[in-house]
């Protein structure tokens, strides 16, 4: 969550992050530093090919 607020240009301190997190009642996911982005696109990469091969058929017979 911090890094992608950072990524925005919204600076915030991570602790006040997790503070928000705690009051709402979340709390942080499991094995949370163990996997990256780079992890997740990785065991998605099959799913993710597939995406690039569907192709819809709108009523009035346009493709998207």
Request: proline share 5%.
């Amino acid at each position: 969550m911090h890094g992608e607020l950072a990524t925005l240009g919204i600076k915030i301190a991570p602790s006040t992050v997790w503070e928000i997190l705690k009051q709402e009642g979340l709390d942080p996911a499991p094995e949370r530093a163990s996997t990256t982005w780079a992890d997740f696109l990785r065991s998605q990469a099959d799913a993710l090919l597939a995406c690039d091969f569907i192709e819809t058929v709108t009523f009035n017979g346009q493709r998207q």
